[in-house]
């Protein structure tokens, strides 16, 4: 087994563009109670499509890959973590996902 990241600098710029714009977008919905939330989110994000694109050997072969990230399996990692650790973030500060009442 080997650890290489075989991603060219497309695929790490795609990679932390999806993360950044995934942490805006958990951001705006419902009641954030902490103004890091999304970093926390998209740190999770960019993680899970680096390890499912890279490490999870079964998936490195899946197309579409640009820039030798793949596509699909990035974007299910990412999706998968960056919601798992928001949620557990959001949860724990207070926050909810419902807006409140003005």
């Known amino acids: 087994m080997d650890f290489t990241i075989d991603l060219a600098l497309g695929g790490w710029v795609l990679a932390i563009a999806a993360a950044l714009v995934f942490g805006a977008i958990v951001q705006f919905i419902g009641d954030v109670r ?3 939330e999304w970093i926390v989110a998209a ?7 680096l390890v499912a694109s890279e490490f999870v050997t079964a998936w490195r072969t899946f197309e ?5 990230l793949a596509l699909v399996p990035a974007l299910a990692g990412g999706l998968v973590i960056g919601i798992a650790a928001d949620v557990v973030t959001r949860l724990s500060t207070g926050g ?7």
Not at 43 to 49: E, I, M, R
Not at 96 to 102: E, K, Q, S, W
């Open 34 to 36: 902490i103004g890091y």
């Open 43 to 49: 740190v999770a994000f960019f993680l899970g499509a």
């Open 64 to 68: 579409p890959v640009w820039e030798g």
């Open 96 to 102: 909810h996902y419902t807006p409140t009442a003005a």
